[in-house]
């Protein structure tokens, strides 16, 4: 098995591709910190278990590590392509049951607003922060204001400020004139 990495804006994580689904259909999963994975993910666990890791973020068909601040790439790299290697030869599946994404709570005179929003997200946005090794999640819409939180090599990324703002925010209102800000949510 031969698994592609990537560099990722973030220089603290690096973009792992292993030519096979990892989460396939389902949503993209980030776990923050090794305690948030409580046998949700037997991958994460393997990774988790080698030390130095701060996060995964496991998405459609790949896997994001972000190592530790005192970690160096060159010992750390050559170990979890092992463990992706021998995990993705397993056969076992990289989530263990649904992991159902949290559902925002919307009031429905701003339904339509955040059906757009979405979409603009969903098209526009995703696929560019998902070829960074990374995620942006819906999580509201209150009042004009749009939050989203950044997953994977995003999450904690120098530039990820700039994104939102510069990038995600001026997009969504020049399309959705409703919207007047778009704030990080952290998890």
């Known amino acids: 098995m031969m698994i592609e990495t990537e560099d ?3 220089p603290a994580t690096l973009k792992f591709l292993p030519g096979c689904d990892v989460t396939g259909a389902r949503p993209s999963v980030d776990f923050a910190e ?6 949700r993910s037997a991958l994460a666990d393997a990774l988790f278990g080698l030390g130095e890791i701060k996060r995964v ?10 190592k530790a601040d005192a ?3 060159a010992t ?3 170990r979890i392509l092992i463990t992706l ?10 989530l263990a049951g649904e992991i159902a994404a949290p559902e925002a709570d919307i009031a429905p005179e701003d339904a339509e607003i955040v059906a757009q929003v979405k979409e603009l997200l969903d098209t526009r946005v995703r696929p ?7 995620d942006i999640v819906f999580r509201g819409y209150r009042e004009g204001v749009v939050y989203l939180s950044m997953q994977g ?10 994104t939102l703002r510069h990038g995600v925010e001026n997009m969504l209102r020049h399309y959705v004139p409703e919207v007047t800000a778009v704030e990080a949510v952290e998890e």
Do not use: E, I, Y
């Not at 090794?34 to 046998?39: E, F, K």
């Not at 560019?128 to 990374?134: E, R, T």
């Open 153 to 162: 090599a995003c999450s904690g990324c120098p530039s990820s400020r700039a």
């Open 57 to 66: 973020f496991l998405g459609s068909d790949f896997v994001s590590v972000t």
């Open 76 to 78: 750390l790299r050559p």
């Open 71 to 73: 970690a160096d790439w």
């Open 85 to 94: 290697t021998d995990f993705f030869k397993s056969g076992v599946p990289a």
């Open 8 to 10: 990722t804006p973030n």
């Open 128 to 134: 560019a922060v998902a070829s960074d090794g990374g």
């Open 34 to 39: 090794a305690g948030l994975v409580a046998g």
